[in-house]
């Protein structure tokens, strides 16, 4: 039995996306974020996925870290949300103790996530 040549032959392809976001993600953390307001979940989407895209959040000695993260106008703009909605949302996610934040004028802000179920966790 011979295949016609005339018939394309389908390969499956593999989903690639262009654009992602890696995990694993608190879920406690996004449930307080969320409770802040939706803007803050949203920001908080923004912090994790730059902190993992750029290897910011990871095993620093025995306990896990963040590094510190650059939270660009442009890149809260990727998801609808103004550079007056951000510093709102980073500012109440610093008072709720989610984050350190780090601002100086004219700049764009500097964050740490702080994972308060991680610093709970026994070590041994």
Not at 54 to 72: A, E
Not at 103 to 121: A, N, Y
């Amino acid at each position: 039995m011979s295949l016609d040549s005339s018939i394309p032959v389908r390969v499956p392809k593999s989903r690639q996306y262009g654009e992602y976001i890696r995990g694993p993600l608190p879920l406690k953390w996004f449930q307080r974020a969320s409770n802040i307001s939706r803007t803050a979940g949203v920001v908080g989407l923004i912090i994790w996925g730059i902190a993992y895209q750029r290897k910011l959040w990871g095993y620093n000695s025995q306990r896990r870290t963040s590094g510190h993260i650059k939270v660009t106008n442009q890149a809260c703009m990727k998801w609808g949300i103004c550079g007056n909605s951000k510093n709102t949302a980073l500012r109440m996610m610093e008072e709720a103790g989610l984050i350190r934040l780090d601002t100086k004028r004219g700049r764009s802000p500097f964050v740490q996530i702080i994972d308060d179920d991680l610093r709970t966790e026994k070590i041994e």
